[in-house]
């Protein structure tokens, strides 16, 4: 059984920084894929950004291209994303995914992945 475990949420003004932990625990796991997704009022789940098993290949959606930026630390199985120049409309609930097997690109389609958290929110004010 695995369980991710999102952390580091909360409430930020426009242009501050956030950054978001997502630890893993269960079986040993070490997934080939691991992304952040979010899901504002409203609106349908979209892709942020993925990262594969070594670090070396990562993708990111157009909105938070240059200003977000995505990591894991397979020692301590946990991803990370560092959000700066935060903007109201970054404001919604975050999601961690993993996947256990190797899907090339990148997935950036929620149903591709295994494994989900429970989700942090994140509030951007004005």
């Known amino acids: 059984q695995v369980q991710l475990v999102e952390s580091g949420g909360g409430l930020v003004q426009a242009g501050g920084s956030l950054r978001l932990s997502c630890a893993a625990s269960?079986?040993?796991?070490?997934?080939?894929?691991t992304g952040w997704f979010r899901q504002a009022p409203g609106k349908e789940r979209e892709f942020v950004a993925a990262?594969?098993?070594?670090?070396?290949?990562?993708s990111y959606a157009n909105s938070v291209k240059g200003r977000f930026t995505i990591s894991r630390d397979n020692a301590k199985i946990t991803m990370y994303l560092q959000m700066n120049s935060l903007k109201p409309e970054d404001t919604a609930v975050y999601y961690c995914?993993?996947?256990?097997?190797?899907?090339?690109?990148?997935?950036?389609?929620?149903?591709?992945?295994?494994?989900w958290g429970q989700g942090t929110q994140v509030t951007v004010s004005s």
């Open positions: 990262i594969s098993r070594s670090g070396s290949v990562t």
């Open positions: 995914a993993a996947k256990d097997g190797v899907v090339v690109p990148l997935p950036k389609n929620g149903a591709q992945y295994d494994y």
């Open positions: 269960g079986r040993t796991f070490n997934p080939y894929a």
